[in-house]
């Protein structure tokens, strides 16, 4: 948004209270300052425009602080086109309105009597900084008006105050007169003492004032730098009296605290503009200490929006692409310390790309009036005449955004839409004027001039070019009201007047004038009056009807609901009377539902909303003294049939259902057409329609439905009349269907009395799912099917029992649901019921046919497969007797065994014997258990022999070997002196060993561990007597070496080859280097130093030199060179690398 103007610096006005005795001298120099008051057109300036609204205006006033004040003024309402809008405004643009709240209230009021607006403003509980000038503006279309006024304060009174006198009372007793004592100057002196202290006080306090400014603004004045600063800050918190601020910042004695935390702070406040990015930074004391940002009090985290940098102590906080939710407050917090700023997010200016155009149209176009911006979404403001449009105010005008165009609509131009319009941005604006014209109306046809005898009708007709115009008839100028004789009617651009029954009165001038146009048209009714010599005529009384008499009838249809009104005409001299009835009950009620209406010549039999019990024959009977006639009508009231009955689903399918009714017992008095019907899905409330054409039958087939869906369904009746009421819902049914035939029926086994089938879930579910399956059989030759079960079968198998043995059967399986029974499964060829001996036969695991070993403790259980029919017998043994039940337990099937030791004990080793028999049919296996544990320790571990640092120590195997093969021996030795043993050797096989390189002078103890496929033995076998190594005869001769010199310059000793490669390939270069002190590598390429740079890694592992590079491409081809530098001098190898593109 553009930055508003600075107020220049007021003068400050010396204010005195008013005198009131010189009210207009106060006025007049309130307009003068009005009139004096510049016009630079800056928001909130006052205008030097000035129509006179006031009748009264504000006047100016002197309050105390603390106490609610209001000022009033009052606006002729006589030279205000339309509602005024007021505006209030402190200074010169501060405008009171944004601070309507508590303390600032605003209310109008107009008097309709005196035609005056009464504007008013509160000021609840004023503070010093509401003192100033003020002014209202009042604007109302073209006219303004504005007056000034002015608010001082004065510090709040004592009761005692200002009343001097009251200090100087007399003392005296209490029955004299209170004027008979001496003056109390002592007490007058200290009442002189209190308030110069008072005052003392007051000025202090003056001093103490903070101008209504809350103490933060107060801190942010106190940290400005720039003074440019200080009306920037005023403006944004609203400070009209400038120059008092600097004056109480002046006085006050700001003691900078120095910051433990922060060198530098936030400056007071940034600008910058949309779109553009801001920096923001502080110098913190300590470059260790931890900082945070917030926003508006919340933490801002590091994001692409937000940097956060850190440059030695500087924190630096980084906005990009700043928006309009940028401008907001910030601060940095250090420690237990915080600093302030904020930000000022400035909109770019919108500019007006095409502008608007004048235009010229009649009343009731359609006028839309478009510009074109410069951005999308941009902010404008629409007026008219200087007053602003807004949706509130009318409905007659429509704002509409497209992109970057701004269009106002006004779809029924008026007369008073006419006007200059304007469009305002924060960047230029664009005028354009709208003129609306009167239509012109053209005469079609004219009004001709008539003449009609007596009793005639006279027709007066028009006939113009808008079909909207209306307009009025008037008869010798007095205008023409509707009456029982006089008819006005409107109908498209035809303007007629009737006059029935023509008297000599009618005759004058006619003229029919249209509203809103200087048109008129006229024309003379002439009356040709005719002399009748009157003869009494006597007629006797007759029903006119197109049948009547004593043997026909009329017969008249209404629909129920609908007004019936019979009017019969009647003659004869004198005037008949009628009277109509239904049967022998004679109608009299001349008001209700049922009526009777007489006029002349006229006998009306009305009923209002017609019903079936209205439904019969009426008569008609007229009667004069000459005689009478009679007519008889038949009434039949027709009506919509009454709903279908019975309405139910009689069978359902997958997708499918079958709706069955009857019909309705009343036809509503006409044959019905057919019948609509709807359905919906259980619990919605959306019905929807199954056929739109009616349908002639009872029964209906609904289709496209979804399986396992509950629906309702209901029916309409039709005849001619209209559709009845709809009928009951149906019962909520599911449209479902049985399942499809189970599939891949095999038989599994057959006995003499059983046949075991089985067969997979059917391909086709569907929503019912499967409750179970119902097996059956059938004789060879037979139709008639048994049943195997009784209650259905869950699992996809079955033993059928109870079979006649040898009987050819034929079997089908059948799966069920809740919508029935699915096609059936059958065999092709029948199943012959009889017993199919087949040989026994062990089928031994793998693993079983050698030796099944296992741990002490551990489990044993074993699976063992076997074959034949009937049923083996089965038998397990070990040694030639049968296994202990208690030991062993033995779990028998059709088609296996299963052997379990649940905790192996040694002693469960051996060989069992499986036996598998059917009659003299046998076979047999067998299965080795062993079960192991650690061996015991060595046996008898002695020093056999002891020569120079060797011992030779000896063993016997253990005693236990745990029941397994000894695998090795673990040797250990231990210095008898510290007992720490440490091993010798691991898996010796040999039962004896050397041990070497044993100290001088020590002596040894020795222990073995026996070894098998479960570990080494728990304890070991010790030596009984031990190694000691004599020192006796051992002589150890010195020589003098001299002492060589490792000292060498660096040598290659394997140079670097030339290699080629290919591209994408990772590569490495190869070569060897030997010196002392150890020398210093450098890899090159083409002479550069090449360390550093992660695509090429350096090892060095004892002088062995690679340079890896990875996935070397064309521009790693080059010279490789590989110097090696020590202090004694330098080497180095070159290569040549080639790089060759895949092929």
Known sequence: MPEPAKPAAKKKEVKKKEDPKAPKKEEKKAEAQAEQAPSDGNKGEPSSQSDGLFIKKPENLLTECGKDVAISMELDGAQLPCKPTVKWFKGKWLELGIKSGLRFQFNDSFDKEKNVYTCELKIGKVVIGDRGDYRCEVTAKDKF??????????????????????????????????????????????????????????????????????????????????????????????????????????????????????????????????????????????????????????????????????????????????????????????????????VFVKDPPVLIVNGLDDQQVVVGDKVEMAVEVSEEGAQVMWTKDGVELTREETFKYRFKKDGKKHILIINEATKEDAGRYQIMTNGGQSEADLVVEDKQLEVLQDIADLTVKAAEQAEFKCEVSDEKVTGKWYKNGVEVRPSKRITISHKGRFHKLLIDNVRPEDEGDYTFVPDGYALSLSAKLNFLEIKIEYVPKQEPPKIHLDCSGGTQENTIVVVAGNKLRLDVAVTGEPAPVATWLKGNVAFVVKEGRVRIEERKELSSFVIESAERSDEGSYTIKVTNPLGEDMATLNIKVVDVPDPPEAVRITSVGEDWAILLWEPPKYDGGMPLTGY????????????????????????????????????????????????????????????????????????????????????????????????????????????????????????????????????????????????????????????????????????????????????????????IPFQGKPRPKVTWSKDGKPVDPKEVNIRTSDFDTIFFIRKAERYHSGDYELSVQIENMEDKATVKIRVVEKPGPAHNVLVKEVWGFNALVEWQPPKDDGNSEITGYS?????????????????????????????????????????????????PGVSKNTAYIQKDGMISKQHNYK????????????????????????????????????????????????????????????????????????????????????????????CKLEVKAPQ
Not at 290 to 308: D, R, T
């Open 971 to 1019: 040797i250990q030795k231990a210095d008898k002196k510290t007992m720490e043993w440490f091993t010798v050797y691991e898996h010796n096989r040999l039962t004896r060993c050397t041990v070497s390189d044993l100290i001088i002078g020590n002596e040894y103890y020795f222990r073995v561990y026996s070894e098998n496929i479960c570990g080494l033995s728990e304890s």
């Open 676 to 863: 609509l019907m709807e359905r919906k899905k259980k619990g919605s409330m959306r019905w929807m329609k199954l056929n739109y054409d009616v349908f002639t039958e009872t029964t209906f087939e609904s289709t496209k439905m979804i399986e396992g869906v509950l629906y309702e369904m209901r029916v309409f009746a039709v005849n001619a009349i209209g559709v009845s009421q709809p009928s009951q819902n149906t019962k909520p049914f599911m449209p479902i269907a049985p399942t499809s035939e189970p599939v891949h029926l095999t038989l599994e086994d057959v006995t003499d009395t059983t046949a075991t089938l089985k067969w997979r879930v059917p391909n086709r579910v569907g929503a019912g799912g499967i409750d179970g399956y119902l097996i059956e059989y059938c004789k060879e030759g037979s139709d008639e099917w048994i049943p195997c079960n009784t209650e259905l079968v869950e699992r996809c198998g079955f033993t059928a029992k109870g079979l006649p043995t040898g009987e050819k059967l034929f079997f089908r399986v059948t799966a069920i649901n809740i919508a029935g029974k699915s096609p059936p499964a059958t065999f092709a060829q029948p199943v012959t019921i009889r017993e199919i001996v087949e040989q026994p036969k062990i089928r031994l695991p793998r693993q079983l046919r050698t030796t099944y070993i296992r741990k002490v403790g551990e489990s044993v259980n074993l699976v």
């Open 1043 to 1134: 002492e060589h010199d490792f000292n060498m310059a660096p040598i290659f000793l394997t140079p670097l080859l030339d290699r080629t490669v290919v591209a994408g390939y990772t590569t490495a270069l190869n070569c060897a280097v030997r010196g002392h002190p150890k020398p210093k590598v450098i890899w090159m390429k083409n002479k550069m130093d090449l360390s550093g740079d992660p695509k090429f890694l350096q090892k060095n592992s004892q002088g062995v030199l690679t340079l890896n590079i990875r996935k070397p491409s064309s521009f790693d081809g080059g010279t490789y060179s590989c110097k090696a530098i020590n202090e004694l001098g330098e080497a180095i190898v070159e």
């Open 145 to 342: 008006d504005s007056c000034a006024f002015n608010i001082d304060m004065e510090a709040p009174r004592t009761e005692d105050s200002g009343n001097v006198l009251q200090a100087f009372k007399r003392t005296g007793e209490g029955g004299r007169d209170a004027s008979a004592g001496e003056l109390d100057f002592s007490g007058l002196l200290k009442k002189r003492e209190g308030q110069h202290e008072e005052e003392k006080k007051k000025k202090k306090k003056d001093d103490d004032d903070d101008m209504g400014i809350p103490p933060e603004i107060w801190e942010l004045l106190k940290g400005v730098t720039k003074k440019s600063e200080y009306e920037r800050i005023a403006f944004q918190y609203g400070i009209t009296d400038l120059r008092g601020m600097l004056k109480r910042l002046k006085k006050a004695k700001v003691e900078v605290k120095k910051s433990a935390a922060f060198i530098k702070k936030l400056d007071p406040a940034y600008q910058v503009d949309k779109g553009h990015k801001i920096k923001m930074w502080v110098e913190v004391s300590d470059p260790d200490l931890p900082i945070k940002w917030l926003k508006n009090g919340q933490v801002i985290k590091p994001s692409g929006k937000y940097i956060f940098e850190n440059v030695g102590k500087k924190r630096i906080l980084t906005i990009t692409k700043t928006t309009l939710a940028d401008d907001a407050a910030y601060e940095c917090c250090a420690r237990d310390e915080k600093c302030f700023t904020e």
